[in-house]
């Protein structure tokens, strides 16, 4: 099932270091659901900087941010407490809401094809459908562009 703009967001649970996240836990408030390849890489960790850098902002807008990657909560607690990140991280080393979300693709690189994350980014309503989706995510600017959008939506 392709996700659209007016879609409904696809229900999910994560691990995380604060337990489990739902979907349902962001009713009636916005949500900004990233994912990204793997903790502690250079664009991974400038992303998830940045998210942070604005979290007082999107708090202000009722939003919520959490990054998804396959990695452990062991993983995400490490990464956060190295960089001393404010977003929350969610582990779904199944891969099952990063599925759902159309977010494991093949990618190519040096001649070879595999499956990885996408980088991509969700904004959900407080209706909790898709209100803007970002692919093939460049991180330079990503952030600002999803608090403008979050802001706009109301």
């Known amino acids: 099932m392709a996700i659209d703009v007016g879609s409904p967001a696809p229900d999910f649970t994560l691990d ?14 916005k949500l900004v659901l990233y994912f990204y390849p793997k903790d502690d890489t250079p664009g991974c960790t400038t992303e998830a900087i940045q998210f942070t850098a604005l979290a007082a902002d999107f708090a202000a807008t009722d939003a919520a941010v959490v990054g998804v990657s396959k ?9 956060a407490g190295k960089h001393g990140l404010a977003v929350q991280l969610g582990s779904d080393p199944d891969g099952i809401c990063i599925e759902a979300y159309g977010a494991w693709v093949e ?3 040096y001649g070879r094809t595999y499956m990885g994350i996408e980088r991509s980014t969700f904004l959900i309503g407080a209706d909790g459908r898709i209100a803007a989706i970002w692919r093939k995510v460049k991180v330079k600017g ?5 608090l403008q959008a979050a802001q706009q939506l109301g």
């Open 71 to 79: 990695d452990s909560v062991a993983s995400h607690t490490k990464f």
């Open 16 to 29: 995380s270091a604060d337990g489990p996240l739902r979907l349902a836990d962001f009713a009636g408030r």
């Open 142 to 146: 990503h952030a600002e562009a999803v």
């Open 107 to 109: 990618k190519a690189m």
